[in-house]
């Protein structure tokens, strides 16, 4: 499945809106939306999930370096709306505190 991504910065938040399966074919145009907002000054950077159905580890890195990227410039990364079974993964792997995770 293709993975769409947009984003729209709202004051110093950048939101950023993906849709579609996150996994090792396209974990980079995450890397590079997510890296792109930091790069922009966001003081807050919320990628939401609403709309993605899997991860795999390759998109777990992907945001777990983000976040440690983000808290290095005195940003945060938040995952907002995660469906269940990839916030499930998240708590299991232990990364859903780095993720600020929000229902």
Known sequence: MAL???SEIID???IICIEG???VSNASELRDALDTALAD???EVEADFTEVAYIDSTGIGV???AAHRAQESGSVLVVANPQKNVE???T???VDKDLNVRK
């Open 41 to 43: 000054g966001a003081k």
């Open 12 to 14: 110093t938040k950048a």
């Open 21 to 23: 399966e996150v996994d």
């Open 92 to 94: 299991l792997l232990g």
């Open 63 to 65: 945001l777990v370096g």
């Open 88 to 90: 499930r993964v998240f």
């Open 4 to 6: 769409e991504i947009s």
